[in-house]
């Protein structure tokens, strides 16, 4: 399920995790990795009316998606639980909807494990320190399935993407690996390696 937030992110990205098997770290992936061990390392718990699991397994056949939830905590209401999950990012509140798309799937995932619906879910943000509800409204699910279609579109194709340069490039923890100024504007490897040379230099002094 992650690929469908890196696919929202960015396709190139997404392709170059998926398709080419490429990852490597850097401040913000350690923080959010450091983030998910200490979740993942959390049993079952009980608050008033409320169980909470942690690290779940998660699979939809009708969408092909396979993953693990954070946090899904059980809302006992009525002799009945109603699952609601909860996705732990490091950052803080995006402008676009990778994130609650990766959350709508595990709903998703859920509903079909389960035979429930949930309606809603949470994003919890390390920067913050906000949990931030997300309805699972029609939109947001049209939006989930479209990306998840995307996303195996992409991994079929097996086809990376060329990539399209812009102010996330610099928060990628793949920037060198992408190289979006190469590719995009078509310079050579020599100019880049000069550019580079130069800005070491700069950077130096």
């Known amino acids: 399920m992650s690929s469908l937030q890196h696919f929202i992110f960015c396709p190139r ?3 170059l995790i998926h398709l ?3 990852w490597v ?16 390392k959390g049993e079952t718990s009980y608050r008033a009316g409320v169980k909470i699991t942690r690290s779940l397994s998660l699979k939809s056949r009708i969408l092909g998606l396979s993953g693990v939830a954070d946090v899904v905590e059980w809302h006992h209401s009525n002799k009945e639980s109603q699952p609601f999950p909860v996705e732990y990012k490091r ?4 402008g676009h909807n990778a994130d609650k798309i990766q959350l709508c799937a595990q709903a998703l995932c859920l509903e079909e494990m389960l035979s429930v619906h949930i309606p809603a879910g949470a994003l919890f943000y390390g920067q913050t320190k906000h949990r931030m509800d997300v309805p699972f409204d029609s939109q947001l699910r049209d939006q989930t399935i479209n ?4 996303v195996h579109d992409l991994i079929h194709g097996g086809i990376t993407p060329m990539p399209e340069p812009g102010a996330k490039c610099k928060h990628c923890s793949l920037l060198e690996q992408c190289m979006p100024d190469v590719i995009a504007h078509g310079r050579s490897a020599k ?10 230099q700069e950077d130096s002094f």
């Open 13 to 15: 990205q997404c392709a």
């Open 20 to 22: 080419e098997q490429i």
């Open 25 to 40: 770290e850097n401040a913000f992936t350690a923080e959010g990795r450091e983030m998910h061990e200490l979740v993942d």
């Open 91 to 94: 950052g803080k509140p995006k």
């Open 147 to 150: 990306a998840a279609k995307e």
């Open 191 to 200: 100019s880049y390696l000069q550019k580079l040379f130069h800005d070491l």
